[in-house]
């Protein structure tokens, strides 16, 4: 089993900036990419942006350009650094790692983050 654990959520203006942390514990040598996505009420959750194991990265297009994706291996932890963030930013962002053997996915319990204008 993976345990993953958020933190960095909170209430930014637009155009600041946020760090989130995604740290992982347990069976995280099965862990071979580590993602971040967003819900807000009503809609479907979204990828943000992920990375493999092998530091190959992804990112919604609409955060191209402000957000990053980046791992620490000797911590175990994934960051996402969100700049000049926009009202519609606003979102729970969850962790998630995709993993080589059952269950395959594991999420975490999801971190608020709120832009206001």
């Known amino acids: 089993q993976v345990q993953l654990v958020e933190s960095g959520g909170g209430l930014v203006q637009a155009g600041g900036s946020l760090r989130l942390s995604c740290s992982a514990s347990?069976?995280?040598?099965?862990?071979?990419?580590t993602g971040w996505y967003r819900q807000t009420p009503g809609k479907q959750r979204e990828l943000v942006a992920t990375i493999t194991n092998g530091g190959t990265t992804n990112y919604l297009d609409s955060v191209k350009g402000r957000f990053t994706i980046s791992r620490d291996n000797a911590k175990n932890t994934v960051y996402l650094q969100m700049n000049s963030l926009k009202t519609e930013d606003t979102a729970v962002y969850y962790c998630?790692?995709?993993?080589?053997?059952?269950?395959?996915?594991?999420w975490g319990q999801g971190t608020q983050v709120t832009v206001s204008s």
């Open positions: 347990g069976s995280i040598f099965s862990i071979f990419a």
């Open positions: 998630n790692a995709e993993a080589a053997r059952a269950p395959y996915e594991y």
